[in-house]
């Protein structure tokens, strides 16, 4: 039942939430260190499975208060769902289809499948390195906030 509760707050609050340690404090910005685990971390055998993994990974949070945090104090971190599927988005779907559409027009014009392969692989380049050039913006538009 434990489980329910938590999906049904998490989908009522449409924000996803990780508990974290403040790492680091500069000015506005705050890292803080989580613990991503998969689904089945939590299971009784995940010891004994090679399936259960967990990564800490530093997460920024940009434009915080940070008058009332120290290195060391346990914060919650969330993002909102739409954040995240946008994050999925920019980094997975519109590579893809970018990837797809170069094949499909590099095999239809050349009827080579090594050129339209390479092509394809190719015009991930251009695509990745828009994002890096407009890397701030995106940072600013893809946040994490912490909550009280």
């Known amino acids: 039942m434990h489980l329910l509760s938590r999906v049904y707050n998490s989908m009522t609050t449409n924000k996803i939430k990780h508990s974290g340690v403040v790492e680091r404090i500069e000015g506005d910005s ?36 940070t008058s009332r945090l120290h290195v060391g104090d346990a914060v919650q971190v969330a993002a909102s769902t739409q954040v995240a599927a946008r994050a999925l988005l920019m980094g997975f779907g519109l590579p893809f289809v970018v990837m797809v559409v170069a094949l499909v027009v590099l095999l239809v014009l050349t009827g080579s499948e090594a050129v339209a392969a390479l092509g394809g692989i190719a015009a991930l380049l251009p695509y990745y390195g828009l994002l890096y050039l407009f890397r701030d913006r995106i940072r600013d538009r893809l946040a994490f906030t912490i909550e009280a």
């Not at 995940?46 to 399936?51: D, L, P, V």
């Open 30 to 65: 705050v890292q803080v260190r989580i613990v991503q685990t998969s689904a089945c971390a939590a299971c009784k055998v995940a010891k004994h499975c090679n399936a259960s993994e967990s990564k800490e990974k530093i997460v920024d949070v940009l434009h915080a208060d």
